[in-house]
């Protein structure tokens, strides 16, 4: 009786405990379907437009440009995930929000872009014992207003001035962009997404001979033509980002103590962030307006100096609009 009582305890002492490996394939592929066909979270806007400081409030990384979109990858996404942006990431924050699981794995993930870049994260792959799973899909290459100043955006003021108080104008018609017979991934879409302006060859593009400076003095924003008065510098990370030549302003309401001189500057960038303002309005037009002061040496000349209206939007020709190229994701688990 004592030896049938043993046999029948014993087996259950081992209850519980697995004799198979861990799939490492299986972990694998769900790591690469996380990040292949959804968003993350938080989605809308997306977890990439967080502060740094607020990169606890990220719940789960996914690279997907939306729902409505699997296998099509956020380009900003991709690049955030991948430390080429704000964020700088740990092998702690991608476990716990890509691999997830108690199980502290090792892992390496890694995008080439079709013609393009190449990111990684993680460790070298082991020769052996690792799963594997490869996921091909596409990459939306993000939209941006390309206005080269010595092309589009050139203007005559009269040899008898000796200044020009003039502006350059962004414009964003949010009825025209958020048209839902678009295709989402070739939407412009102000809710979700940054609209960048960017204006090059600024210097280059003035009669440098004549002209003593030129300074942008002030950053307006109307909406269907009002004037929007509001404390400028509330907008820093949180609605724009400003920089001249790759050096971060925020323009404040005192024109005098923020003037930038542009005179000899090559590059002018402004990125509204996402949901950029007034955009739940769908018939709204938002206008970004830098004001600028021309000062000019010599008046028995005519000078050239920069101005202009320029939209945010569909069929323009100095707007880069979205397009789609293919990617190859690999994930190695172990």
């Not at 990220?58 to 690279?63: A, C, P, S, T, V």
């Not at 929000?97 to 994260?121: C, H, M, Q, R, T």
């Not at 082991?126 to 092309?151: F, H, K, N, Q, S």
């Not at 323009?251 to 996402?274: C, E, H, K, W, Y």
């Amino acid at each position: 009786m004592a030896f049938i009582m043993v046999v029948n305890i014993v087996p259950g002492l081992f209850v519980g405990i697995n004799g198979a490996g861990i799939d490492y394939d299986a972990v694998a592929y769900r790591t690469s379907v996380i990040l292949m066909e959804d968003p993350g979270s938080p989605s809308d806007p997306g977890w990439e437009y967080l502060e740094v400081s607020d990169k606890d409030d990220i719940e789960r990384f996914g690279l997907s440009l939306s729902s409505e979109s699997p296998a099509v990858l956020s380009e900003k996404k991709v690049l955030e995930f991948f430390n080429q942006g704000s964020f700088e990431f740990t092998e702690d924050d991608y476990r716990d929000l890509a691999v997830f699981g108690e199980i502290e794995y090792n892992y390496n993930i890694s995008l080439k872009i079709e013609d393009g870049a190449a990111y990684y994260a993680g460790s070298p792959v082991p020769d052996t014992g690792y799963g594997y799973m490869r996921r091909v899909g596409l990459i939306r290459i993000d939209p941006v207003a390309e206005i080269d100043c010595g092309e589009y955006n050139t203007s005559i003021a009269e040899r008898n001035l000796t200044s020009v108080n003039t502006g350059i104008t962004l414009s964003l018609n949010y009825s025209e962009l958020i048209n839902a017979e678009i295709p989402v991934e070739y939407r412009i879409n102000p809710l979700s997404e940054t609209a960048l302006f960017e204006i090059s060859n600024f210097s280059a593009s003035l009669n440098k001979s004549y002209i003593s400076s030129a300074k942008i003095t002030k950053i307006r924003y109307y909406k269907s033509g009002a004037y929007v008065p509001r404390s400028y510098d509330r907008f820093e990370n949180s609605t724009y980002q400003f920089d001249v030549d790759g050096i971060y302003y925020t323009m404040g309401s005192d024109a005098s103590a923020d003037d930038i001189n542009v005179t000899d500057s090559d590059t002018i960038r402004f990125m509204l962030l996402p949901p950029t303002l007034f955009s739940s309005q769908a018939d709204a037009v938002f206008k970004v307006v830098l004001n600028m002061t021309y000062e000019f040496d010599n008046n028995l000349y005519d000078h050239n100096y920069i101005s202009g209206d320029f939209d945010y939007g569909y069929g323009r020709d100095y707007v880069a609009e979205p397009y789609l190229t293919p990617v190859v994701m690999e994930v190695a688990i172990w």
